[in-house]
């Protein structure tokens, strides 16, 4: 498989890469490579949930809003701090985009940070996707080039660059056989 690069020259995250963990032997490098003078920060974070699985998707849940805080409820969420949503086709509601989970409120609702415009308060009539979000790096502030073999079988790798002054950071996913 061919490298897949992804260049970040700002705070956020890049978008999923999904790995294809049904090779015969999985054998799988990420790096990041900052330019000359870079001042960022990074993590590299993986999941093990499959982004391409139906049963990742719902459209049975609801929302609410107080300023920037947007509030998502749905019976058994199974989320984290830090784990990802990504919600899409709520009927004009402006919402179609990806957060990270700001905090749990309980096993039915869990929060996320939103611009403040919008929706109020609503039922979701499209649909929510939701992956676990876990570090492959440790301590997550990485502040230097850095490259790990993963020894693990993942689903999807993507870089966030918690903070950002100057310069960019390339993320290079290579996949092959073992």
């Not at 799988?28 to 949930?49: K, P, R, W």
């Not at 701090?81 to 700001?102: I, Q, R, Y």
């Not at 230097?144 to 020894?151: F, K, N, P, W």
């Amino acid at each position: 498989m061919y490298p897949i690069t992804q260049r970040l020259s700002a705070a956020g995250y890049a978008p999923w890469i999904p790995i294809n963990r049904l090779q015969t032997s999985f054998n799988c490098n990420v790096s990041a490579m900052l330019s000359s003078g870079a001042v960022l920060t990074y993590s590299i974070e993986y999941s093990l949930d499959n982004a391409q699985d139906p049963m990742n998707l719902t459209q049975q849940f609801t929302l609410s809003r107080t300023t920037t805080v947007l509030t998502i409820t749905k019976t058994a969420h199974g989320l984290s701090v830090g784990d990802w949503v990504k919600l899409w086709g709520n009927g004009g509601a402006n919402l179609d985009a990806e957060f990270n989970v700001a905090t749990v409120v309980d096993a039915n609702n869990v929060t996320v940070a939103i611009a403040n415009s919008g929706l109020s308060a609503g039922n979701g009539v499209g649909w929510m996707q939701t992956l676990r979000v876990l570090p492959l790096t440790s301590p997550t502030g990485n502040t230097v080039d850095g490259s790990y073999g993963l020894d693990h079988v993942v689903t999807a790798v993507r870089i966030n660059v918690s903070s950002w002054t100057s310069g960019t950071v390339d993320f290079q996913v290579i996949q092959g056989r073992g």
